[in-house]
């Protein structure tokens, strides 16, 4: 593996990967059609340094049960490096106090699902989980999730004040046992946390800049698969502008909109509990 792993030790917050080298990444597709490109060429290991420890590590138990060479997710790092790009400007915009505190208390979440789940007729839990799904929606705009991994966390960003909180939460069944932190809550400073995310995107794009220049230079003289060069200086320029562009993007969620939704529904919370003391005579 090339380690590529320089982003500030100083930070509380870290996004890191390594590289696989070039000659070790498996090609896309099958005989004459076996490829490569710019995402295929990010091949390697992502994961994220915490306060509480590295996020997206597998245990060692799963590791001898998979034979894996490496504590990490194995994968290509532009998956995550379009993932955080999407959701970074929703993850700076400022939550209101209010709607944040809602997530705080994650009883909500199984109060919402209670209530769906309360009545039998198809249609009426349909407009149910519609009306949750919108009031929630400033909150997925916040979520970065890893279902292609076994067990993969779901993770959310929010920022409220000048921090932005980080959590996380692995899916399925027995997550335990596949990720060394399955789940994790934390607070950094909105600087530190722009600052991580950039110093990703940036090492990233510099590590695959010296890819694209080297197999520009040198050729490709892999036999077991092709590559289109010029495509691959496009994609790199792509990404690169993309980092550019995304310091101009803002997202303005209609906080308004958001607490009538959720004041709706708290009272559909309320007259369900109402309703079910009456039924037991409390």
């Known amino acids: 593996m090339n380690g590529i792993t320089t982003i500030s030790e100083l930070l509380p917050l870290r996004f890191c990967f390594e590289l696989t080298p070039v000659e070790d990444v498996q090609p896309w597709g099958k005989g004459e059609d076996r490829k490569l490109h710019w995402f295929g060429l990010t091949d390697g290991h992502y994961w994220i340094s915490t306060p509480l420890g590295e996020a997206l590590r597998y245990t060692d138990e799963i590791l001898k049960q998979w034979g894996g060479n490496s504590p990490y997710v194995d994968y290509q790092v532009a998956r995550f490096f379009e993932d955080l790009l999407s959701v970074l400007p929703a993850a700076l915009e400022p939550v209101p106090l209010d ?3 809602l997530i705080s208390d994650t009883r909500w979440f199984d109060r919402a699902e209670h209530w769906i789940a309360d009545k039998e007729d198809e249609d009426i839990r349909q ?8 009031a929630m929606d400033w909150y997925q705009a916040r979520a970065l999730d890893s ?9 959310h960003f929010w920022r409220t004040g000048d921090e932005v909180t ?64 010029p495509l691959l200086v496009s994609e790199q320029q792509q990404r690169a502008n993309r980092i550019s562009e995304l310091k101009d993007r803002r997202t303005e969620t209609d906080w308004e909109n958001v607490r009538s939704l959720l004041h709706r529904l708290s009272a559909e919370f309320a007259k369900q509990a109402g309703l079910q003391q009456g039924r037991t005579g409390g």
Request: aromatic residues 12%; hydrophobic residues 45%.
């Open 166 to 229: 980080v959590r996380w939460e692995a899916t399925g069944k027995n997550a335990e046992e596949v990720w060394s932190i399955p789940n994790g809550e934390f607070a950094v400073g909105v600087g530190q946390f722009s600052s991580a995310a950039y110093a990703f995107f940036d090492q990233l794009i510099q590590a695959m800049q010296l890819r694209v220049e080297a197999i520009q230079t040198k050729g490709w003289n892999r036999t077991d698969c092709r590559i289109d060069i």
């Open 147 to 155: 279902m292609h991994l076994t067990n993969g966390p779901m993770f």
């Open 99 to 101: 709607v944040a505190a």
């Open 127 to 134: 407009e149910r989980s519609g009306l949750c799904y919108e």
